[in-house]
T-cell receptor, first 114, second 114 residues
């Protein structure tokens, strides 16, 4: 069982909808990450939070809005997405950003934009 | 420009054989080299990792060989099993403080025939 829990597992939404992806970890990690993964491609970094503060935004379009309410939770708010945003969205956590500690991944949310 | 080059793109090995996946990099700022394994429908999971001051690291059937002068590292899977069939990603880490992030190879799809 993965120690990083993501909900929902699957999400289908229209381009005008607003939805949120949720991620939770209880390992005491202070770094959390959002990745986007297309089929047969590596994960693509979107955002990094360190101690609940946004430290990296990889020039992600504003229709994706991250939020870190506390050290265990990470949300990704979605609005006015495009069909090309259909992908697997992965959350990960690690002890801290600035150490070479492994990133622990959830199993992702499979997002389909109609 | 791909900062971490991974080969081959796909690999078929017979049960009991040795699977070898290679990665190369140019940026000497990289200082941590993990390998991730990803099964269909799952998030990536850390398999094994190495730092550049070590030339080889072994964990069970999995071995990383690291050649700092050649800027290459490889994953060897000994006695490959059908359960090893997955996509393998090499990665390299660089960056200071909260700007630290993983740079991923494009992945290798491994199939182990029974």
């Amino acid at each position: 069982d993965t120690e990083v829990t993501q909900t929902p597992k699957h999400l289908v939404m229209g381009m005008t909808n607003k939805k949120s992806l949720k991620c939770e970890q209880h390992m005491g990690h202070r770094a959390m990450y959002w990745y986007k993964q297309k089929a047969k491609k590596p994960p693509e970094l979107m955002f990094v939070y360190s101690y609940e503060k946004l430290s990296i935004n990889e020039s992600v379009p504003s229709r994706f809005s991250p939020e870190c309410p506390n050290s265990s939770l990470l949300n990704l708010h979605l609005h006015a997405l495009q069909p090309e945003d259909s992908a697997l969205y992965l959350c990960a956590s690690s002890q801290e950003v600035d150490r070479n500690q492994p990133q622990h991944f959830g199993d992702g949310t499979r997002l389909s934009i109609l | 420009q791909q900062q971490v080059k991974q080969s081959p793109q796909s690999l078929i090995v017979q049960k009991g054989g040795i699977s070898i996946i290679n990665c190369a990099y140019e940026n000497t700022a990289f200082d941590y080299f993990p390998w991730y394994q990803q099964f269909p429908g799952k998030g990536p999971a850390l398999l094994i990792a190495i730092r550049p001051d070590v030339s080889e690291k072994k964990e069970g059937r999995f071995t990383i060989s690291f050649n700092k002068s050649a800027k290459q590292f490889s994953l060897h899977i000994m006695d490959s099993q059908p359960g090893d069939s997955a996509t393998y990603f090499c990665a390299a880490s660089k960056g200071a403080g909260n700007n630290r992030k993983l740079i991923w190879g494009l992945g290798t799809s491994l199939a182990v025939n029974p």
